[in-house]
């Protein structure tokens, strides 16, 4: 660790849910560009090439009518079983690392997110307590929308 560069905290963001669709399906709707912007973003930017930049953007989202953009980086990609990105959560400190998983089980997929490397700091937890709950809403979405097409 350099001078002046605080610690991870040592707890991470350690989410999962079952999707009633298949690993081919699921992965369209979480990983890719095209997918994320049917049901959760206005204008999302990115291909599966490791060390490509991503950008999502949101435009009147939610109660509060939030309009944001978010940046990261793909590290990872396993078609159909593992999508790894660095993004800037919101601590405005470093980037996190995020890792979805999927697993083909009896009833569909199973997916697990685990989003990783958040400063120990205030606005490192503050983010942290922001995007347990953004992904687990993401979560949620996609599951609606893979499932039964609905969208928010």
Not at 76 to 85: I, S, Y
Not at 88 to 108: I, K
Not at 123 to 143: F, Q
């Amino acid at each position: 660790m350099t001078s002046g560069t605080p610690p991870l905290l040592d707890v991470d963001i350690r989410l999962g849910t079952l999707i009633r669709a298949t690993p081919e399906q699921v992965w369209q709707a979480l990983t890719t560009a095209e997918g994320v912007n049917r049901w959760f973003t206005s204008s999302a930017e990115w291909n599966h090439e490791p060390g490509s930049p991503m950008r999502w953007r949101w435009r009147d989202w939610g109660v509060y009518g939030i309009t944001t953009d978010s940046v990261g980086e793909i590290v990872a990609v396993e078609p159909h079983r593992r999508f790894v990105f660095r993004w800037g959560n919101g601590s405005g400190e470093r980037p996190s690392t995020v890792t979805m998983t999927f697993e083909p089980v009896a009833d569909g997929t199973k997916v697990e997110l685990v989003d990783a490397g958040y400063p120990d700091t205030p606005e490192g937890r503050h983010a942290l307590m922001d995007c347990a709950c953004g992904w687990g809403e993401a979560l949620t979405l996609v599951k609606m929308f893979v499932e039964h097409g609905v969208t928010y």
